[in-house]
């Protein structure tokens, strides 16, 4: 028995990750290509026809493209949505979405051997009402495996925290460098956004939630990875994403927590956990 965790693809240009056991797959957001989320579902021998679910964090379109939505459709891959999502949702893709295998997401739902929780977060524009995070928890051997999941939010809060500690594999978004995005070409309106509580969080807030989370938690052993996710291509840089929670855990002299950061249009390596 295990639990498995690969992220597809993170980023402006479409997120996409996987969680299964050997009884449950669930896709994380569908923002790439139908052909991409196949491929790189096949080279992790996981068929659409073993999809048990797929759980969407937002409406944007990096998180739920048309392409995305056609194969879920076509496959009829149960869509958990809360519903404020499902409205986001409908009011871009309408009929299209009427047509998928829905089932609105409560706070605490079970699909098969994993339990997940959604969790609100603060990003929120003219196109989007809600935003949720995600935790994800398998047991083994009356032991429970956690996989904590952030992307897309303007802050940090506690209650956010809360839900992330002792998360064994934790997926937080280290969106932009405050430098780089001060410089940048960006119009004033959408910079204010990305930097506002409602946009994306800079490297420095996710290092310090990721030290925050490891401190809270009571099991000590948790947090053995963490992915620097959602990494902006025009503000950041995955080694300054890196560097500036590398630095900021060894301040705080964690240094058993394995960092790696995501990549836009390549899948990153899988993770088991919960091995026996
Ligand atoms: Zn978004």
Not at 80 to 104: A, P, S
Not at 126 to 142: D, E, K, L, Q, T
Not at 143 to 167: E, H, P, R, W
Not at 179 to 190: C, W
Request: net charge positive.
């Amino acid at each position: 028995m295990s639990l498995n965790f690969c992220i597809l693809a993170s980023g402006s240009n479409g997120n996409c990750s996987v969680i299964w056991t050997e009884k449950t797959a669930i896709l994380i957001d569908c923002g790439c290509s139908g052909k991409y989320i196949v491929e790189n579902l096949d080279s992790l021998d996981i068929s659409l026809q073993n999809l048990t679910a797929a759980v969407i964090t937002h409406a944007h379109m990096d998180h739920i493209s048309a392409s995305g939505l056609r194969l879920l459709r076509k496959n009829n891959v149960p869509l958990y949505l809360h519903e404020d999502i499902f409205r986001d949702v409908f009011r871009k893709y309408g009929k299209k979405l009427e047509e998928c295998v829905t089932t609105t997401f409560y706070e605490d739902s079970r699909i098969k051997d994993i339990d997940v929780k959604y969790f609100d977060v603060h990003h929120k524009d003219a196109n989007i009402s809600r935003a949720i995070g995600f935790s994800f928890s398998h047991v083994v051997n009356a032991k429970q495996y956690k996989v904590g999941y952030v992307t897309d939010t303007g802050k940090i809060c506690d209650k956010i925290i809360k839900n992330l500690v002792n998360s064994d594999i934790l997926v937080i978004e280290s969106n932009y460098d405050r430098m780089m995005l001060n410089d940048s070409f960006r119009p004033y309106d959408n910079k204010r956004w990305v930097i506002s509580d409602w946009g994306h969080l800079s490297n420095e807030d996710a290092a310090d939630a990721v030290c925050e989370i490891k401190r809270l938690s009571s099991n000590k052993d948790s947090l053995k990875y963490v992915f620097l996710a959602h990494i902006s291509k025009h503000h950041n840089t995955p080694e300054l994403a890196m560097q500036t929670t590398r630095e900021t855990l060894l301040k705080k002299s964690i240094a058993d927590v394995k960092i790696l950061t995501t990549k836009r249009k390549q899948k990153c390596a899988t993770i088991r956990i919960a091995a026996n």
